[in-house]
Structure formats: structure tokens, C-alpha cells
């Protein structure tokens, strides 16, 4: 099996170290359509999760590195730099699999503090089409289903994860598991064109259906809502109506999230497909900052709340989630 060409042979550069290092003694395991699958040995699968964002969960397992769905605006291809892969588009084309990845889970489990959540899929889609054949996520669902007391939220685009459903009960027979599918946009076309490789959003909202019929907690992320594009109140007021139409328990939306390495790779889309709103987004990022731009967050989760109060959720047992934001800091910015 060969391992992934990193950097020539004739200029090798510096001595690689770390990920990098591991990630370029990587096998080939086979190739898709314009994408290669390459061993990724990992010494741990549970990552502590440091941020300045407020998150929800202390935790993150990621099955993969990279993700096959080429969403024009993913903030995770950072991700691929540590590995030395710098080309943007490497990240929806080089997807690494982790190896024995619920051995790793195993041992690592105790470090889980009670309180501290655990979230499957934050830079990386947990059900992308590499889970058909390698079935790591669902390997680490079946090591979770064998602990208690834990509190999981999955994130995914993919209506492949009905496919776990009986594990997915079991997990949540002795933890709190909460199903999260990212729906940007009902607009099919839309959808296609911002996240190319992705199931149609109309998937993604059955899956919905499908789990909480199964008893399962399944709620609506719209992430990112992006400026002038998805963020028309009409629009979030359709995607409200269709997660309550299948039943969605929460709906929450969060701001485009634009790092440099993402901005190379959404500017250019930009200006393919919406030209006229390319100098709108320079200036909102001009300093492509780590953070979301406050101005754009506040924008997004205000209009959100109006959608749904304009059409609510139904249902005793559903609810709202909403992050808490930074007032202050808000009051200060706007």
C-alpha cells in the first residue's frame, strides 16, 4: 500500500513531527470520486476541547480527519494544516480514518468528568459516505452504548446515521444523547450548491423524523447562517416550519464561522456564485478572526428567534436550546 506523498522528493523540507509525521506514513486504503482514503494512527481519540466560544461540551471525538461533503464555508480545514496539508480543497479529498479507534475510546473514557459532554462530529462529519465502508463512528457508538452517565451530542449533515438507530438506542437507554442534523437552507438548490457532496436537506429532516419516532432526542442545527443568503427572515421562518413538521425537539443557529484557511475557499465560491455580496463579506471578516464577527452572530440568532417565534415548536416535550451570547461584549460591538 503506498503512503500519501506529502512533499517532493527532491525538496523534502523540514523534518516532519507530530500529526504531520504520522499523517505522511498513512496507507492508502483506496480512492472515490476525486477522493483518497488513507490509515490515520492516532494515540488518542478523546480531545479536551479549549475555546473561547462558550461550547456546550468539554469533549470531541472526530472518526475522521477531513470530510467528503466540500461545504463551501467549513471552518474545520484548519484542521489539515497541522498534517502539513495546506491546499484548502486537500481537506474534502484526503479523508484520514482513524485506526482502532474504540480500543482508544475505551481507555480514555475515565478522563470524562460527570457534567463534562462529549460531542461526535465537530470538525469533521461523523456520517460521511467513508463511514459506509469503515464504520468508525459506529464502532465508537458501540463502545459508548457499553458505559453510563454520559452526556453525547452527535452533529451531522448526513441522514446515514438511521442507520445506527438500534445503537444509538442503546446509548441512550444509561446516557443523554442528543442528535443534532445541520440544516443550512430548505432550498434544495441552494443546499447543492453550498454544500455539494452533502444529502439533500428534505434527507436530513426524515432522519429527524425517523429518530424521534425511534425515541431518540433529534434537534435542528441551522450553522452556518450566512449573510444574505440564508438569513432572510421567509427563509429561517421555512426551515422552523419544516423541523417542527418532523418533529425536531430544538432548533439553533449559530453565525458563519470564517478562518483563513475557510476565507480561501469561500471568497473565491463567493465570487463564482454570488459576486455582488463579495465586498459585503470582505468587509464583515476583514480580519478573518477566529471568532464569528459579533455583529453577524447577534444578526443570526436574533432573526432565528423571531422565526421561531413566528412559528413555533409544537409539542410539551420539545424545546428551544440557545447559547448563551456575551451581552457585554455585544452592547459594546453594536
Same mark, same amino acid.
Given at each position: 500500500?503506498?503512503?500519501?506523498?506529502?512533499?517532493?522528493?527532491?525538496?523534502?523540507?523540514?523534518?516532519?513531527?507530530?500529526?504531520?509525521?504520522?499523517?505522511?506514513?498513512?496507507?492508502?486504503?483506496?480512492?472515490?470520486?476525486?477522493?483518497?482514503?488513507?490509515?490515520?494512527?492516532?494515540?488518542?481519540?478523546?480531545?479536551?476541547?479549549?475555546?473561547?466560544?462558550?461550547?456546550?461540551?468539554?469533549?470531541?471525538?472526530?472518526?475522521?480527519?477531513?470530510?467528503?461533503?466540500?461545504?463551501?464555508?467549513?471552518?474545520?480545514?484548519?484542521?489539515?494544516?497541522?498534517?502539513?496539508?495546506?491546499?484548502?480543497?486537500?481537506?474534502?479529498?484526503?479523508?484520514?480514518?482513524?485506526?482502532?479507534?474504540?480500543?482508544?475510546?475505551?481507555?480514555?473514557?475515565?478522563?470524562?468528568?460527570?457534567?463534562?459532554?462529549?460531542?461526535?462530529?465537530?470538525?469533521?462529519?461523523?456520517?460521511?459516505?467513508?463511514?459506509?465502508?469503515?464504520?468508525?463512528?459506529?464502532? %465508537? +457508538? #458501540?463502545?459508548? !452504548?457499553?458505559?453510563?452517565? /454520559?452526556?453525547?451530542?452527535? =452533529?451531522?449533515?448526513? $441522514? *446515514?446515521?438511521?442507520?445506527?438507530?438500534?445503537?444509538?438506542?442503546?446509548?441512550?437507554?444509561?446516557?443523554?444523547?442528543?442528535?443534532?442534523?445541520?440544516?443550512?437552507?430548505?432550498?434544495?438548490?441552494?443546499?447543492? %450548491? +453550498? #454544500?455539494?457532496? !452533502?444529502?439533500?436537506?428534505? /434527507?436530513?429532516?426524515?432522519? =429527524?423524523?425517523?429518530? $424521534? *419516532?425511534?425515541?431518540?432526542?433529534?434537534?435542528?442545527?441551522?450553522?452556518?447562517?450566512?449573510?444574505?443568503?440564508?438569513?432572510?427572515?421567509?427563509?429561517?421562518?421555512?426551515?422552523?416550519?419544516?423541523?417542527?413538521?418532523?418533529?425536531?425537539?430544538?432548533?439553533?443557529?449559530?453565525? /458563519?464561522?470564517?478562518?483563513?484557511?475557510?476565507?480561501?475557499?469561500?471568497?473565491?465560491?463567493?465570487?463564482?456564485?454570488?459576486?455582488?455580496?463579495?465586498?459585503?463579506?470582505?468587509?464583515?471578516?476583514?480580519?478573518?478572526?477566529?471568532?464569528?464577527?459579533?455583529?453577524?452572530?447577534?444578526?443570526?440568532?436574533?432573526?432565528?428567534?423571531?422565526?421561531?417565534?413566528?412559528?413555533?415548536?409544537?409539542?410539551?416535550?420539545?424545546?428551544?436550546?440557545?447559547?448563551?451570547?456575551?451581552?457585554?461584549?455585544?452592547?459594546?460591538?453594536?
Amino acid at each position: 500500500m503506498a503512503s500519501l506523498p506529502l512533499l517532493p522528493d527532491s525538496n523534502p523540507g523540514p523534518k516532519l513531527i507530530g500529526i504531520a509525521r504520522i499523517a505522511a506514513e498513512g496507507e492508502s486504503l483506496r480512492e472515490g470520486h476525486n477522493v483518497e482514503y488513507f490509515t490515520l494512527g492516532s494515540r488518542s481519540l478523546l480531545s479536551r476541547v479549549v475555546s473561547q466560544r462558550s461550547l456546550p461540551f468539554a469533549w470531541a471525538i472526530n472518526p475522521y480527519r477531513g470530510c467528503e461533503f466540500a461545504c463551501k464555508y467549513c471552518y474545520a480545514r484548519y484542521t489539515h494544516e497541522f498534517m502539513e496539508l495546506r491546499d484548502g480543497v486537500d481537506f474534502e479529498r484526503k479523508i484520514f480514518v482513524k485506526q482502532h479507534a474504540a480500543n482508544l475510546l475505551r481507555q480514555e473514557l475515565r478522563r470524562v468528568k460527570p457534567g463534562e459532554g462529549i460531542a461526535i462530529g465537530t470538525a469533521t462529519d461523523p456520517y460521511q459516505p467513508a463511514e459506509r465502508r469503515f464504520e468508525v463512528t459506529r464502532a %465508537i +457508538l #458501540e463502545e459508548l !452504548a457499553r458505559h453510563s452517565g /454520559l452526556e453525547i451530542g452527535i =452533529v451531522t449533515k448526513s $441522514n *446515514l446515521v438511521t442507520r445506527d438507530t438500534e445503537i444509538l438506542r442503546r446509548v441512550a437507554e444509561n446516557n443523554q444523547l442528543y442528535v443534532n442534523l445541520t440544516v443550512t437552507t430548505v432550498d434544495t438548490d441552494l443546499a447543492r %450548491i +453550498l #454544500e455539494p457532496r !452533502a444529502p439533500r436537506p428534505d /434527507l436530513r429532516l426524515e432522519a =429527524v423524523r425517523q429518530l $424521534n *419516532l425511534a425515541g431518540l432526542h433529534a434537534g435542528v442545527i441551522c450553522a452556518p447562517v450566512l449573510p444574505e443568503i440564508t438569513d432572510r427572515p421567509r427563509d429561517l421562518e421555512a426551515l422552523v416550519k419544516a423541523a417542527s413538521e418532523v418533529g425536531a425537539k430544538y432548533i439553533y443557529a449559530n453565525a /458563519l464561522f470564517l478562518k483563513p484557511c475557510s476565507a480561501a475557499v469561500f471568497l473565491p465560491f463567493l465570487e463564482e456564485h454570488f459576486p455582488a455580496l463579495v465586498n459585503l463579506y470582505r468587509q464583515r471578516y476583514a480580519d478573518l478572526a477566529v471568532h464569528p464577527e459579533v455583529r453577524a452572530l447577534f444578526v443570526a440568532r436574533s432573526r432565528m428567534t423571531r422565526a421561531i417565534r413566528a412559528y413555533a415548536l409544537k409539542g410539551k416535550q420539545q424545546r428551544i436550546r440557545a447559547r448563551k451570547m456575551k451581552m457585554k461584549r455585544q452592547e459594546r460591538e453594536l
